[in-house]
């Protein structure tokens, strides 16, 4: 009895452990990396790390910390991510010394001719010696260090303030134009997709002749400032995540660079204190750090830019006067014209024409028609040029099934995501590709031929790439997003020989690619920000964004406006312009104290006072978000309702001491401006004048928006401000409570 006694005793004390370790193997497995922010680093003797042990020690039972904790932000702000469940998260979340917590989400990675389309050519004036003392910071897949883009003949040591380090792993060495590398993720600041290398070569890659894309784009392939330093940040491999993004940040702001461009995003809009880029910019910013970050590839749609905060230079994709374009000839010589980058030639020969709908044995009509995966007969395809009625699944599919080539359609109507491809291949409009479908039907033996792509000017450009995110801003609704527009469609710059040139199984490897993407045109922007600062060095981040939003070319588009994803939420205050950026006249100054008061009418006291790092207090009238002092002007309106509208601002003169500027308005008839004073006078350098600009209409029809522009002109400055009354239908996408 005894003996069974035991047994009993045992099997249950064996289901207990097991059961035990079930659930602890299940508590490790719920847990997600979060990120822990808490602000400012405090002043005086503070040790993070023991802050930040402290405050996981009170929420975690029966789990190491050292197993828990993934990253402490210690060098340039305050924070830390760790493994944590559910219930954990929510009792950081309330915590008085947390400002928020958030899950490390996975964050997406969004030249010869850009540059000189700006008129920013070769011969433009420079001030080498101190642009060779700015640093460019990139946060991004890492870098290919031998590309000749970052060669460092002619360069002396690095700057004496640098506090960085060439900790890129094994096999990888800087020198004294690539001045330092970290990596957050893989085993090596090594680039292995090439979007990192491309986005460094464009901010600040050295000039390098007869670059091109296997004979397009050829010419002298270059940044916005070749004689800066850069220092590489390695956070995707290929995910980029929240965490190591903040990382990056904390390390960049430390090591002492000037500028940071960043063309990664969530892919969404998520609210400041619940985005590591966000945070990162925010701290980048009191540090006198301007942040550059893509806008998004989501567009067209509204409310889709996923970069809110009024301190981060928001950039939108646009096009250049050089478009390359790929041409198919059927028939006795009928050609249209479709969109790839196509570096296959098929010397002109004809071959026979098929629809995927006869070259398939086991699908449907309809899915066969589609090219859809494993419905295309190998043999069937050999030696043939395949027509499929869908873009997304048929060009991997023609190439995996062996066709010689193929037309696909394009129904999106966009001529700005031209797709470098495996095989000899294009994509057609719908017009063009009907036209082709017309002569396949009509005949019992097509043939056509796909010429290698070919490049013409574009004398519309620039436009807003169709890809490219829009606005509204759904967190700040008072402030532009996008702000600028800068090149981002097929732009030649440098690229990781390790990396496939395609998205396919493709086994070509090159130095130099086209990519399109706003990922390339936030670094076009870091370059002429760059650029502007070597003019200007002591100017502060926000003075320095004034100066490329107020210069930038006007844009107009074309499509109606009754649809609130045009216009300024597409291309913001229009397109960058560096030639006139150094030379602003009057700059939209905003200071720390500007943006902790704008943070002060959305969020907490507590928590806005942990993010300033001092004894910041709210003031009792905490104001209105339309008088933060920013170069554009936006108001959400009730649809249909009268509406008047006061907009409070203030500038600096950095133009002429002694100065007179007016006040032009271009009016709207749908509303009445009026600004006072109409006129402001300067006596000296860096005075500040205050102005009021009052908005006022009958109405604006639901889901569209009313724009027009403010100008002050001194007879050779002209400061422009786009002004934007708008309703909307979006509700917000995200947001995360403190």
Not at 216 to 240: D, E, N, W
Not at 306 to 313: D, E, G, N, V, Y
Not at 420 to 431: R, Y
Not at 583 to 588: A, C, E, K, S
Request: proline share 5%; net charge neutral; glycine share 8%.
């Amino acid at each position: 009895m005894a003996k069974h006694g035991a047994l009993l005793f045992y099997h249950a004390f064996t289901i207990l452990i097991l059961t035990m370790s079930l659930l602890s193997k299940a508590t490790s497995e719920d847990r997600e990396v979060s990120i822990v922010y808490l602000g400012s680093l405090p002043h005086g003797v503070y040790s993070p790390l023991s802050h930040h042990h402290s405050i996981l020690q009170r929420v975690i039972q029966g789990s190491s910390l050292e197993s828990l904790l993934v990253r402490s932000y210690k060098r340039s702000f305050n924070g830390f991510a760790a493994k944590l469940s559910d219930q954990e998260r929510e009792k950081l979340a309330n915590m008085k010394e947390v400002v928020s917590v958030f899950p490390s989400r996975t964050y997406q990675l969004q030249t010869t001719r850009s540059w000189d389309f700006m008129g920013f050519d070769e011969k433009i004036n420079r001030n080498a010696t101190v642009e060779s003392d700015i640093i460019v910071g990139v946060i991004d897949s890492g870098i290919w260090p031998e590309s000749e883009s970052f060669t460092d003949v002619g360069f002396g040591p690095a700057p004496k303030r640098w506090k960085g380090a060439c900790k890129g792993g094994k096999n990888f060495t800087c020198n004294n134009k690539l001045i330092g590398a970290r990596y957050y993720t893989a085993e090596s600041a090594r680039d292995g997709t090439g979007h990192g290398t491309h986005t460094a070569s464009t901010a600040a890659g050295n000039g390098v002749k007869d670059a091109s894309f296997y004979g397009l784009a050829q010419g002298t392939a270059r940044g916005g400032v070749p004689s800066a330093r850069i220092a590489a940040y390695k956070v995707c491999a290929p995910t980029c995540m929240a965490h190591n993004i903040l990382a990056a940040f904390d390390d960049a702001i430390n090591d002492g660079v000037d500028i940071i461009t960043i063309s990664i995003g969530l892919g969404f809009m998520a609210d400041v204190y619940g985005d590591a880029i966000s945070i990162g910019a925010f701290h980048a910013m009191e540090n006198g750090i301007l942040t550059t970050n893509s806008a998004g590839n989501n567009g067209p749609s509204d409310g889709t830019v996923s970069s809110p905060a009024p301190w981060i230079l928001t950039v939108a994709a646009s096009s250049i006067d050089r478009r390359i374009i790929d041409k198919v000839v059927f028939g006795i010589g009928t050609t249209v014209v479709g969109n790839s980058v196509n570096t296959f030639t098929l010397n002109g020969t004809s071959f026979p024409l098929v629809h995927g709908k006869d070259v398939s044995s086991n699908c449907t009509e309809e899915d066969a028609g589609y090219c859809k995966e494993g419905c295309l007969d190998s043999q069937l395809v050999k030696g043939k040029i395949v027509l499929c009625d869908r873009y997304t699944s048929a060009i991997p599919e023609a190439y995996k099934a062996g066709a010689l080539g193929s037309v696909v359609l394009n129904f999106y109507n966009d001529d700005d995501l031209s797709l470098i491809l495996p095989l000899a291949a294009t994509a057609l409009h719908p017009k063009e590709y009907s036209v082709m479908m017309s002569y396949m039907n009509s005949t019992r033996d097509p043939q056509g031929t796909i010429l290698k792509s070919e490049h013409i000017k574009d004398p519309a450009a620039p436009h807003v790439a169709f890809f490219s995110s829009r606005g509204p801003n759904l967190i700040l609704p008072e402030i532009i997003k996008p702000d600028i527009s800068a090149p981002g469609v097929q732009i030649l710059a440098a690229y990781s020989p390790d990396a496939s040139i395609s998205e396919f199984e493709d086994k070509r490897h090159v130095k130099y690619k086209i990519m399109s993407g706003t990922s390339m045109a936030c670094p076009h922007a870091a370059g002429v920000a760059a650029y502007v600062k070597s003019f200007h060095p002591d100017w502060s981040p926000a003075a320095i964004k004034s100066s490329l939003m107020t210069t930038a070319w006007p844009m107009n588009d074309t499509s109606t406006k009754s649809n609130i994803s045009t216009g300024e939420f597409a291309y913001g205050s229009g397109h960058i312009n560096p030639v006139k950026a150094i030379n602003p006249g009057l700059v939209y100054e905003a200071s720390k104290e500007d943006y902790i008061r704008l943070l002060c009418m959305k969020y907490d006291e507590g928590k806005v006072r942990l993010v300033s790092g001092d004894n910041s207090t709210c003031p009792t009238d905490k104001g209105s978000p339309l008088d933060h002092n920013y170069p554009s002007m936006a108001a959400k309106v009730t649809p249909m309702n009268p509406f008047a509208v006061k907009f409070h601002r203030r500038v600096k003169n950095v133009g002429l001491a002694n100065s007179s500027y007016q006040a032009t308005i271009f009016q709207d008839s749908k509303v009445e401006i009026k600004v006072v004073p109409e006129i402001l006078s300067f006596k000296s350098l860096n005075e500040e004048k205050a102005f009021d600009v009052t908005v006022a209409g009958s109405g604006v029809p639901f889901g569209s928006q009313v724009s027009t522009k403010l100008v002050w002109f001194d007879g050779t400055h002209s400061v422009r401000s786009p002004i934007v009354v708008y309703t909307a239908a979006m509700q917000m996408q995200d947001q995360y409570p403190f």
